[in-house]
């Protein structure tokens, strides 16, 4: 079984940067697109960023284009996003996501069948 494990979460000021990593372990599973997914209190789960197997295409929400990047090391199976900018809109729970089965860059929660527990980001205005 593969688990996903996010760190780097916590409490920054708004303008501040924070960088998020995901760390995938276990079974030796090909894991292809992967994403950042987030959950704010009281909203849906909403899509952040993906990246394609390769890292050749990537998908940002409009909210964090500009202000986001993605990024991964299949070598060491890991993959970051870099927050940036960020703004009290930015608080929420942030998950990590991965696909065994689609390669593209994909912004939807269909798409991923791993997923992390989340990691807590909050920012202060």
């Known amino acids: 079984q593969v688990q996903l494990v996010e760190s780097g979460g916590g409490v920054v000021q708004a303008g501040d940067s924070l960088r998020l990593s995901c760390a995938a372990s276990g079974r030796s599973f090909t894991l292809l697109a992967m994403a950042w997914f987030r959950q704010a209190p009281g909203s849906e789960r909403e899509s952040v960023a993906a990246i394609s197997f390769m890292g050749a295409n990537t998908y940002f929400a409009d909210s964090v284009k500009g202000r986001f990047t993605i990024s991964r090391d299949n070598e060491k199976k890991t993959m970051v996003l870099e927050v940036n900018s960020a703004n009290p809109e930015d608080t929420a729970i942030y998950y990590c996501?991965?696909?065994?089965?689609?390669?593209?860059?994909?912004?939807?929660?269909?798409?991923?069948?791993?997923w992390g527990r989340g990691v807590q980001v909050t920012v202060s205005s």
């Open positions: 996501a991965a696909s065994r089965a689609t390669i593209n860059a994909s912004g939807s929660s269909r798409s991923y069948d791993v």
